[in-house]
C-alpha cells in the first residue's frame, strides 16, 4: 500500500470524528486511495473538469472559487486541515464542476476513488453511518448556520467567530480570501481588524 499506510492513523481520526468506523473499513478506504502532493498555486480541479475524487486535507490551504459570466473571481471556500476537500456535485452526478479548486500553499491530501468509495458505503454499514453523519453536520447543520449568521450577524461578528473557530488563520490564508469567504470586502475586513485591535488596546490600558 505504500506511502498511503503512513497516513492510517489520520485518515481513521477523520473518519471516526463523525461515526466509529472499523479498521477493516480504514483499510479498504486506504486501498481506494493515494497521496497528493500540491506545490502552492497548483490546481486541485479546475472549472470545467469532472471530480473523480473526494480528499482529506492533511495538511496546507485550498480554496474554491467560481467565475461569473462578467468573469468576475468569487471565493466560495476556504479549506484547512482535516477538512474534506472537494466537488461534491461533480462527483455525484459525474459532470463538470462550476467551480475550481486550488492549493494557497503547499499542500499535502488523501484523495479517494469517489466511484469506489460510494461502492463500498452501499456495502459496508459503518461507512454508511458515516456518510449520513457527515452530511448532516456539513451539508445541513453548519451550512444552515453559516446561512442564518450571513443574515442576522454583522461582519465584525461574524469574522469573531471565524477567527475563534481558526484562530491560526491569518498566519496561513492571505486575508482577501477571508474577506471573500465571509461575503466581504478586503476593505471592510481591513477596517473590522483594525477596529477590534484598536478595541483590544484599549481594554487592556
Known amino acids: 500500500m505504500g506511502e498511503i499506510e503512513v497516513y492510517r492513523p489520520f485518515v481513521t481520526k477523520i473518519f471516526n470524528r463523525y461515526s466509529r468506523v472499523t479498521d477493516a473499513s480504514i483499510s479498504l478506504i486506504l486501498s481506494i486511495s493515494k497521496v497528493q502532493h500540491l506545490k502552492k498555486e497548483q490546481m486541485l480541479l479546475e472549472i470545467g473538469k469532472t471530480s473523480k475524487q473526494k480528499h482529506i486535507l492533511y495538511s496546507g490551504a485550498i480554496v ?3 467565475i ?3 468573469g468576475d473571481l468569487y471565493h466560495k471556500n476556504i479549506f484547512l486541515k482535516n477538512d474534506f476537500v472537494g466537488s461534491t456535485v461533480s462527483a455525484l452526478i459525474s459532470e463538470p464542476s462550476n467551480f ?3 492549493a494557497i500553499e503547499d499542500s499535502i491530501l488523501v484523495s479517494i476513488d469517489h466511484k469506489k468509495y460510494r461502492e463500498l458505503i452501499d456495502k459496508h454499514t459503518d461507512l454508511k453511518n ?5 452530511l448532516e453536520n456539513n451539508w445541513v447543520i453548519d451550512k444552515e448556520k453559516r446561512e442564518i449568521d450571513i443574515v442576522l450577524k454583522d461582519a465584525d461578528e461574524r469574522y469573531l467567530d471565524f477567527i475563534k473557530t481558526h484562530p491560526e488563520i491569518e498566519k496561513q490564508v492571505p486575508l482577501h480570501y477571508i ?3 465571509l461575503g466581504i470586502t478586503p476593505t471592510q475586513l481591513s477596517r473590522i481588524r483594525k477596529k477590534i485591535k ?3 488596546h ?3 490600558m
Open 64 to 66: 474554491s472559487y467560481f
Open 68 to 70: 461569473s459570466d462578467k
Open 202 to 204: 484599549n481594554q487592556h
Open 130 to 134: 458515516f456518510y449520513i453523519s457527515y
Open 100 to 102: 475550481a479548486l486550488k
Open 198 to 200: 484598536k478595541n483590544t
Open 179 to 181: 474577506a471573500s469567504h
